[in-house]
């Protein structure tokens, strides 16, 4: 099947009882719209489908979603910042929490507000990023999007502190789904650094759904770091887009520890000449989750450049999925793309399909890409256990080792040392 | 007082007899070497002594210092005072050197029941004793052998070493891929560690180390056994006749053909 034909939760239902949010806004509703009538007619993707090949949403939709808050959620977000200094939204179970927010002081030419307060100006850039008939979750997304962050900067701004966004699923709500939308202009010649953290109770088991849609004016630089440390017994679908001008840079790291089903679609289109994507990667899986990346990155003008590392470590029964496109178009010459996929398999149960794809219609380009899969380096363990570490310790600091290097390009220090400890606190078998 | 004896040991390495019958004892303070040529089984004896995975003990026993050590895991007999110079030492990416370091001598000190240092003490202790190998502080910060030359991989085992004050120090082929100004800092490295507490047995195929680090006794291994010992003066009659002589000598007494 094409199509994923048994979905319990009726998410149309649910998008026209939210119809009333939209009804001012013209952009919006037609996009709305748009998206029921696309979700109606495709749904869900299948298996059948070559993005989803690997990873079935068949649970997904045998789950019975909730929309409604069944009691007010709370977050204690001391554990959750990854900085301190930091212009912060925080959403809990959909809603944004402004007690544990802080937009104040904002300086000239930066806008930051939730995307419920700022739908005119953002409705001018929805849905310029992704793409409804796409299989997956951009029509059910935009027909059910109510929250999310909006970040502008004006051209010339370099925005002195991090933006950092905090979305929780707080598990008062069992089932609870959350579909979200952030929205992130820069402007010319400006930079600016945005975190985002997806976290949850780890009762939570519903549902995040969330589409960030970036736009890149010439020269605009931002630096973007997405940690998902979701309960393992929760949903989490994200795409991430971009649109890339003119030397602009777009900076992704994407850490993925949490999460039943995690799925993540991460997109660069490098429109302007002299734009770069660094795509770097994480995913920490155990148990019984699943994992799956899927990015693309779409040289579409001479001189451009792409640096992708997506790097991984299963445990137990863990399945990791992925599959990097690189497109090169016509034209598109004097390309310089990079690409890795590595993978760490701590035991004999987990599963990784990784597919490493490389479209050229240049001819003048300098492109290259590799994936690995390994196990734990018997040398290596015995040299630390001769030196007096225990097993467990070992194989733990020789996991961290592994990953390190995704780490050690985070460029804030303070991020750094904090994304540090929140993996080390996940390594197999406890930290090192 | 008694620091290791091997009594009869006998190892398999994938169904094949390795070590057919080793007797040696080691007392506190003493330095042997145990020589012999290629295949003879000194590797094994390291790994074996050590505990790395793969063999299989058929006869005998090994005790250092009253306990049973083959029934030790690798990291207790760390712990309790066994170090390992590698032969072979292994690179680690990711892993700095200081950490290695740190978290080695912590989990000796922790067994010893003593806290773990704070990080000026450890850092004084570490540059002392970075000085008796002649290596700069750079190497810290560096991942654990990463792109260090043959030379560098064996000073920073020394390093490790004088760090962690081993009982009994187990050294492989130490010499091996060492140019003569490299040998010499090595060796005086370990010179500065003799003491009448401290045992070593060091393990080569060449007598050209035994000139820096003069053992007080010498043992020739051939076909998994010890065939000859004797003092220094052994060495340096292998150096002259090579080892050709030693598949000709009797079985030793005692031991079964």
Redesign the interface.
Known sequence: MKVLTDIHTDFAAVANSRDVMVADNAHWKTLRQQAKEQFERNGLPGRKEEDWKYTSLWSLGQEQFVHQVSQPGYADIHELKLVEDAYRLVIVDGRVDLTASYLDGLPEGLTVTPFSQSIDRASEFLNQQVNLEKPGFNAMNTMLMNEGIFIEVAANTKVDKPIELIVVNSGHTAHYAMHLRNVIVLGKDSQATFIETYAGNNQANGLTDVITEISLADKAELFHYKLQRESLDHYHVATMAASQAADSQWHNTNISLGGKLARNDVHSQLLGEQSHVTMNGLYLVTGEQHIDNHTRIDHAVPNTTSEEVYKGVLDEQSHAVFNGKVIVHKDAQKTDANQSNRNLLLSRGCEIDTKPEMEIYADDVKCGHGSAVGQINEDQLFFLRARGLDEVSARSLLTFAFAVDVIERISNEELKQSITGVIEKRLPRGGA | MKMLEIKNLHAKIEGKEILRGINLTVNEGEVHAIMGPNGAGKSTLSNVL????GYEITQGEVIYKGENLLEL???E???RGV??A?QY??E????SNI??LK??LN??RK?QGLDELDAIDFLTLVRSKMQLVKMDEQFLHR?VNEGFSGGEKKRNEIL?MAL?EPQLAIMDETDSGLDIDALKTVSEGVNALRSPERSFVMITHYQRLLDYIVPDFVHVLSEGRIVKSGDKELAKELEKSGYSWVHDAPEPEGQPA
């Open positions: 050590t505990g790395r995975e895991e690798p990291e007999r760390a712990r170090f390992l590698f030492p292994v680690i990416p990711g892993v950490y290695l978290a080695a989990a000796v067994h991942s490790q962690l």
